[in-house]
């Protein structure tokens, strides 16, 4: 019997029932009660709490996140043991908050909220339709928040680290095929590693028009935050995600002319669980039948 670990009782009852599979309810917020535990499911906001524990578990093999992506996860892990991560279960829910904010800053709407009690009809604002949006990082949230985007009549571009032929947007290219200065918004859900951080930088922001937007759902130092602060009012930001993060209140990001924030919300919505069951309950039968398992990020395939 495989002894799998889930942060609370809900997910194990969407995964449903597997053969061979034993559940128990464990969020690591403090010692497991068993030292059989095979296979660990981390809890979504607060993976650390597990991480620091899992030396005390000698039978563990896998480590499944409930986040796409992993950063300061896989060098917590003990020697051996495979990390998988959720890609596909937060595609739908962060496409439609980057769409939402994407929409709420180029249409004005979160000034309207601050002027709330006074009627005021601005300058004209640009609408999402004929713009030329650039997603930067193509993998499955870019992928589906291109469909959004061509849905609302917007000119796409999707960037990745090779070009490829692809049947949504016809061509992915890199970021030497783009005309940054000619893109109305740009939209990052990159991955965060070395060689991503602080990507968006001085250089890259000053070659954005003037009046661009800048959505950030993939990971808070992909931006780096010095440069957002000193492009405000130039440029436009939307941000879910933030560096530091939690953003502190009083930070100048708060206050900076131009920016939206979100307390990254992308996908913490009614979508994930249903999601995240199928997710699970695909790996644990992989698992069980000895079978490679999906979604790996660290570690060599099972079988």
């Known amino acids: 019997m495989v002894v799998v670990s889930v942060p609370f009782a809900r997910l194990a009852e969407t995964a449903g029932e597997v053969d061979g599979v034993e559940y128990v309810v464990w969020d690591g917020s403090e010692s497991p009660l068993r030292d059989d535990i095979e296979l660990v499911v981390l809890d979504y906001r607060n993976a650390k709490m597990t991480l620091d524990r899992l030396d005390a578990l000698p039978a563990l093999a896998v480590v499944q996140t409930q986040t796409a992506g992993v950063d300061g996860i896989a060098e917590h892990l003990p020697d051996g043991v495979l990390l998988a991560n959720a890609r596909g279960v937060h595609d739908d829910a962060t496409a439609e908050l980057a769409l939402g904010l994407t929409i709420a800053s180029l249409r004005g709407i979160d000034r309207a909220v601050r002027e709330h009690g006074h009627w005021h009809r601005g300058r004209e604002t640009r609408s999402l339709a004929d713009s030329n ?8 949230i870019g992928r589906a928040l291109a469909a959004r985007l061509l849905a609302c009549r917007a000119r796409v571009t999707a960037v990745a680290t090779s070009p490829r032929d692809d049947d949504l947007v016809g061509r992915v290219v890199t970021d030497a095929d783009v005309d940054w200065a ?30 661009c937007l800048v959505v950030n759902v993939g990971r808070g130092p992909l931006l780096d935050t010095s440069a957002v602060i000193a492009e405000a009012d130039r440029l436009r930001f939307a941000l879910d995600v933030t ?47 000895g079978r490679p398992l999906g979604n790996l990020v660290s570690g060599q395939t099972r079988g």
């Open 133 to 140: 949006v650039t997603v930067l990082g193509y993998g499955s």
């Open 182 to 211: 000619a893109q109305h918004v740009v939209v990052v859900v990159l991955p965060l590693s070395s060689a991503t951080h602080h990507l968006v930088d001085a250089a890259f922001l000053a070659r954005l028009c003037d009046g």
């Open 243 to 289: 560096d530091p993060e939690p953003l502190p209140d009083g930070h100048p990001l708060w206050s900076a002319p131009g920016v939206l924030v979100t307390p990254h919300v992308a996908g913490g919505t009614t979508a994930m669980l249903p999601r995240m069951g199928t997710l699970l309950r695909d790996q644990l039968e992989r698992y069980v039948a």
